[in-house]
């Protein structure tokens, strides 16, 4: 049976990525770092909601963050994305789940 923690982390971390535009942010980053502005405009929503989401991903540590002169970059933390053969699945690796995505 599965540890009450294990089971609260892997909850936690699906409530992180349970939104449309979390998850749209995730495939952005597949391709590599991106700033704030970037994401934005690659979603077509206000970098002021690409912030939030970002925070939540941050939050969650499903992103990590580096600061580069002005801006800052945001990619994905490889302890829960296997992007190997991202050209045509990832993984997230949740613990008690694994989720498979498959690229287009």
């Given amino acids: 049976m ?11 971390l ?3 990525i349970g939104e449309k535009n979390r998850i749209r942010i ?6 590599g770092a991106k700033n704030v502005s970037e994401l934005a405009k690659l ?10 989401h970002l ?6 540590r499903l992103v990590q963050h580096e ?6 970059l945001y ?5 829960y994305f296997n992007t190997a053969d991202a050209t045509t699945n ?5 613990g008690w789940c694994n989720l498979s995505i498959p690229r287009k």
């Fill in 90 to 94: 990832s993984q997230l690796n949740l």
């Fill in 67 to 72: 600061k580069k002169g002005r801006y800052v």
């Fill in 26 to 31: 995730i495939e952005c980053l597949w391709d």
């Fill in 2 to 12: 599965t540890e009450p923690n294990e089971a609260q982390k892997c909850a936690d």
């Fill in 75 to 79: 990619s994905l933390a490889p302890e």
């Fill in 14 to 16: 699906l409530q992180a």
């Fill in 43 to 52: 979603l077509k929503i206000e970098i002021v909601n690409v912030s939030h």
């Fill in 55 to 60: 925070g939540v991903l941050k939050s969650a």
